[in-house]
C-alpha cells in the first residue's frame, strides 16, 4: 500500500509536529507534574481517543468525499500543502511559537483525568484541520483502499504521538526544566518542524499527481 520510503516520510513528519509543543502535551505534562505519571497516561490514553474520533471522521469523510468527486483530490492537495506552508510560517516567524509552560492544575479522579484529555484533544480544530490537509499529500488514489490508507497513516500517527507524549509523562519534570531553560532546543524544534512542513508543502506542490 506504502513503500517504506513515503512511510519514513511520513513517520519523520509526524514526529516533527509532536516535537512542538502543543494543548495536548501542555495539559499532559503539566497533570503529570501535578498528580504524578498515573495522571499524566490517564490524560493521554483520553487524548489518544480523542485522535481516533478524529482520524475516524476525517478517514470516513475523505473517502466519501474522494469517492464521490475524484476531482476533490487535487483540490485538497494543493490547498493542503498551502495551509502546510501556513503552518511553517505560523512556526518560523518572530514570535510564532510560545515558550512551553506547564499549568498548576487542581488534582482531579481518574475518569475527569480521562475526559479532560479526551475533550482537549477532541475540541481542538487544529487536529482535524491538520488531518485534512496532511493525508492527501500521502494518498494514492491508484491504489484504491481509500479508507484503509487513511486509517494506516492515521495509526502511525497517533502511535508517534503516544510515544512521545508518554516519554514526556513518564520525565514531566525533567521535560519541563529542559524546555523551559533550553532557549536552543525551543528554536532548534520551531525550525526542524517549521522546516519538515514547507519541504514538504513545496515538494507535493511540485508533484502532479491525478485520481485514477
Known amino acids: 500500500m506504502f513503500s517504506a520510503r513515503e512511510l519514513l516520510l511520513f513517520s519523520l513528519a509526524a514526529l516533527a509536529l509532536v516535537l512542538t509543543p502543543g494543548p495536548n502535551m ?13 495522571a499524566g ?73 480521562f475526559a479532560m484529555g479526551f475533550m482537549t484533544n477532541l475540541l481542538n480544530p487544529k487536529v482535524a484541520m491538520f488531518y485534512l490537509s ?11 483502499h481509500w479508507l484503509a490508507q487513511c486509517l494506516l ?21 525533567q521535560a519541563a526544566r529542559f524546555l523551559n531553560r533550553s532557549p536552543r532546543w525551543i528554536a532548534a524544534q520551531r525550525w526542524l518542524m517549521g522546516g519538515v512542513l514547507a519541504a514538504l508543502a513545496l515538494r507535493l506542490l511540485a508533484e502532479k499527481r491525478s485520481p485514477g
Open 153 to 173: 497513516l492515521g495509526a502511525i500517527q497517533i502511535a508517534i504521538s503516544a510515544a512521545v507524549n508518554g516519554l514526556l509523562v513518564l520525565f514531566a519534570g
Open 41 to 113: 497516561l490517564l490524560s493521554l490514553a483520553g487524548v489518544v481517543l480523542g485522535f481516533i474520533v478524529h482520524l475516524l471522521g476525517t478517514a470516513l469523510g475523505l473517502t466519501a468525499l474522494l469517492l464521490a468527486v475524484p476531482v476533490a483530490f487535487d483540490a485538497l492537495r494543493v490547498l493542503g500543502a498551502v495551509y502546510l506552508l501556513w503552518l511553517a510560517w505560523q512556526t518560523l516567524k518572530p514570535g510564532g511559537a510560545a515558550p512551553f509552560q506547564p499549568r498548576a492544575l487542581p488534582p482531579d479522579g481518574p475518569r475527569k483525568l
Open 134 to 144: 496532511f493525508f492527501p499529500q500521502f494518498l494514492h488514489p491508484e491504489r484504491g
Open 26 to 38: 501542555v495539559y499532559c505534562v503539566s497533570r503529570s507534574l501535578t498528580q504524578g505519571p498515573r
